[in-house]
């Protein structure tokens, strides 16, 4: 009889797809590595195996265990396949940002799932990843699998995604295309690909809105911004991003991720969600410079199937000016300035001093400042003349908070008003403020709308 023992074995060892079609025009080879073709459909089988089976060794994990993590979805299904074989319960934190088809799927496979909202900074007790680990801590008998900073994930890609690409590509591949959520996959598949040839590319494709392209190029933690591609980009540095093995990165906006995968599934049959259509953005864009010899490999991170609700469904598409036909709106200004290279929005804190202030205006070059208080709710502005006048008045006033000085706040636009809105808004005032998913995410002067025109 020709069987394998159990699901697991199907773990790994995916296929490598030429692509044909979306690349005409274009010279060097390009081929998918098809990592939708693990049994839960996505490239963290790897690593929902990997992480059980090392806590199991290190004596973590125990028969009747419970298995915590912080995930949004894939993950989650990569640990339930295991734990469903080896006999595990799970229970799982995911933000409201994951679609309900992931969500269902954890169900499925008997596990339990919080969902918590996504507008959580980091340092906030509610942020998913805090949830998790204080659920464990509350849980005997339970590991948190941590995928942001457990090394069982990226080893599991140095083990075996980067051998088996290697060993695809006869040791020809010249370029690898990532994207970059826990890092696991680049960090792990980048280093053994570096270290058989140090000359091969590792590229990351990262969301616009997230940190990574920005921290990788300055060394300096801004805040991420929202965006709608899931899995992928992160408002904070997991410790499983190894930039070291990262030649670059490439910030990709929504709407061209989910362009891009559409294409994948319409015209090369590969039927792929969001953070897999970031990553083929990069792969047409930095093809265009490279040659014959070149070849690409990228990851098909996860199946479309898990998108249906969202990157497949015209209405969520066009609800969320995800179209091309549509007209634009003040979320794509915003894009417009990240596009060029503007870091995320700069403002002060109510309390921060009117030195402070003035030292950001100067370093940044800005004539106009938000003031946030500890919410990140916006109170009011400081405009660079008014602030320099009333210190030409009373100097004194230097160490003073901004807030006994500052202005009315800039009037708060919803990233979708459109562009006539803005424009009146902007005769009125010199800057407007942009609110994205409730939270403040950038400003826009006259300046800015006269650049997008
Ligand atoms: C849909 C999707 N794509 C890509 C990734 C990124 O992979 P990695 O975490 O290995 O960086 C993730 C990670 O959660 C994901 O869920």
Redesign the pocket.
Known sequence: MEYKDTILDLIGNTPLIKINKINKGLRPQIFAKLESANPGG???DRIGYSMIVDAEKKGTLKPGGTIIEA?????GIGLAITAAVKGYRCLFVCTDKVSSEKINYLKAFGADVIVVPNTYEPDHPEYYVNVARRIHEETPNSVFAY?YGNPS?PEMHYRTTGPEIWRQTKGKITHFV?????????SGTGRFLKEKNPNIQVIGADPIGSIFKHYKETGEIIKGTPYLV???GQDCLPANVHFQYIDKIINISDKDSFAAARRLTKEEGIFC?G??GTIVHVVLEIAKNLTENDVIVFIV??TGERYLSKVYNEAWLQMNRMLDTEVKVLGDISYNKKRKGFGGMVYVHDNATIRQALKIMSSKGFTYLPVLNGSLKPVGSLREGHVLSRMLDDPKMLDAPVKEIMEESFRVLDAKSSIAEVRNALKEAPAVLVSNFGRITDIITRYDLIDFE
């Open positions: 996505s490239v963290k995930t949004s979805g894939n993950t995928q994930n990532s994207s970059i959520g826990t890092g696991g996959t680049i899931e899995g992928i969600g953070s897999t991170c996860d």
